[in-house]
């Protein structure tokens, strides 16, 4: 598909944000489209957690001192930031209104607050798709790893995914992720119509003013 | 894809408008949407144009005299209506409402007039699509159907086509038509896409109420 008319028209890239609780399948549905998909790459967070083996600085993160990040949080340098466990991350702006100019889509795995920043912030530009369990039967089933997990700590993970489960009404599209490859094929279909929409074919405004020339 | 989890909650159908100029593929497009996809079927206008040979009614027009059409816009009972070459058409209100709340999707094969009204009065459950011909050179071969069209017929029909043209803008997807089958694909993509939103997921709220159920 990526060769016909419409792709070669210019096109303002998007923000395709993909929500779920932990074990809906939002990281493997990610790692699908960023492998299949030529035009998408993840958005880049700059993050105050040490780097770690085998990341490389600007690919997998912008990593940053304590006083760098509050800085940029200071001068609204983020499009969404939040700490987590401690260690704080952040989405640069410049890097996101830049892409997008250029045609280039972001992917973002975050969860429903990051979506409300990045919504307020960008709205137009945003594509909200939320991922759901198939029953609650199997999200246990999913979020209980190891047998050696206590009833408590399947319990806390349980009740962390019905909250995040509980903000399913701020998205634009809802999936239920029943089979990662049916999953997958719808993701990838919202995807693709999204690219279509009028106001991203940035292009068309030439094409048609050539179509309206006097005969 | 008609078998997994997404089609089998409950959804309100959408209203698919799809509009170009002619000579840019709405006919050849719509054709293949009724005849490929199990879910939608062609809105059923009441008209007060002769039946002709072959036509049934209640599936090609509800046939209406003028008396009675009259009656129908003077109670409001039509989404869109319009008269053309002397003979009135409309969309009655009712079966489109019900049909929604079925799951019913409707196709509708109007020009940019009737997109509106159907959207000033449906907002949410309309899709907007329009084709454009791959450039004014072919759409000029496409309106030069026969060797011995006149050079004015030829004029007002590319006059009457960029007309329709200047209307793109008033639509939330907007498709070039140079290749049938890559474009329907798109239309497709876009029809299924729209059918994930979850405003139109009715079945959703249950679903999603079960899966917060104390654990």
Chains 1, 2 share one sequence.
Request: glycine content about 6%.
């Amino acid at each position: 598909m990526a060769d016909d008319t419409n792709l070669t028209l210019s096109r303002r890239g998007l923000m395709f944000v993909l929500s779920s609780p932990s074990g809906a399948g939002k990281t493997t549905i990610s790692r699908m489209l960023l492998e299949r998909d030529a035009h998408i790459r993840m958005s880049v967070s700059a993050t105050t957690r040490p780097m770690r083996p085998g990341e490389v600085e600007g690919r997998d993160y912008f990593f940053v001192s304590q006083e760098q990040y509050d800085g940029k949080v200071a001068r609204c340098e983020f499009l969404e930031y939040a700490t987590v466990f401690g260690n704080s991350y952040g989405t640069p702006e410049a890097q996101i209104r830049d892409g997008l100019v250029a045609g280039q889509d972001f992917l973002f795995d975050i969860d429903w607050q990051g979506t409300q920043q990045l919504y307020q912030k960008m709205e137009s530009d945003v594509v909200r798709v939320f991922l759901l369990p198939p029953s609650l039967d199997e999200l246990r089933r999913r979020l209980t790893t190891r047998g050696t997990d206590s009833a408590e700590v399947i319990a806390a993970r349980m009740a962390r995914a019905q909250s995040e489960i509980s903000h399913w009404d701020g998205y634009d599209y809802v999936l239920v992720n029943d089979d990662v490859e049916a999953c997958y094929a719808r993701v990838f279909q919202i995807l693709e119509a999204e690219r279509q929409r009028r106001a991203r074919q940035t292009g068309l405004i030439d094409f048609v003013r050539d179509l309206m020339r006097p005969d």
